[in-house]
């Protein structure tokens, strides 16, 4: 076969064609994150994305790299995100969407839902025990749903007055 050099328009049988795609990336932001507890022997950052995309970061040694992915759905973003150590390691997530959802980490997949009962949800926090969870939704209103034992049920709603009056203590606090 002749050289790229030696071919010219009148004698060439071949010609040497690279052929090139071109992909159009389009990075997803980033939502939410949340560690492992220091309780876990495993140790994964979870990433949520703004297209319901929810990836499992293993920062082993000195390189990260992607250890899963759990599709989702950019009509169901993901706003808050967070680890439970209990018996096993547990990842639960709430959407803008209104659920709180518990994902297994065999089969990358929702295992169990709740609605939240008062729209998206902006915020979630497990008590130290982490038996209970504490989810901020767009009504205003703070949920409480039992976490104990596997469970993902919702117990009570705080009153908006009672949630107003913490808030307006903690402001005081700190000015």
């Given at each position: ?167 307006d203590m903690m402001v005081e606090l700190y000015h």
């Amino acid at each position: 076969m002749p050289s790229v050099h030696d071919l010219s328009t009148e004698n060439a049988d071949h010609a040497i064609v690279h052929k090139c795609r071109f992909i159009e990336f389009m990075p997803s932001g980033i939502t939410a994150m949340a560690w492992t507890p220091a309780s876990s022997k495993l140790k994964l950052l979870a990433v949520a994305r703004e297209n319901g995309e929810i990836q499992l970061w293993n920062p082993k040694g000195s390189s990260w790299y992607l250890e899963k992915k759990i599709a989702g759905s950019k009509y169901s973003p993901i706003e808050s995100i967070l680890f439970i150590h209990q018996s096993k390691l547990r990842l639960i997530a709430a959407s803008l969407d209104g659920r709180v959802l518990e994902f297994s980490l065999d089969g990358l997949r929702v295992i169990q839902e709740a609605d939240s009962y008062g729209g998206g949800v902006w915020s979630m926090a497990a008590n130290q025990m982490q038996t209970r969870l504490a989810i901020g939704c767009e009504d205003g209103v703070i949920r409480i749903l039992d976490i104990e034992e596997g469970n993902l049920i919702y117990l009570k709603s705080l009153e908006r007055y009672w949630v107003q009056l913490k808030l307006d203590m903690m402001v005081e606090l700190y000015h």
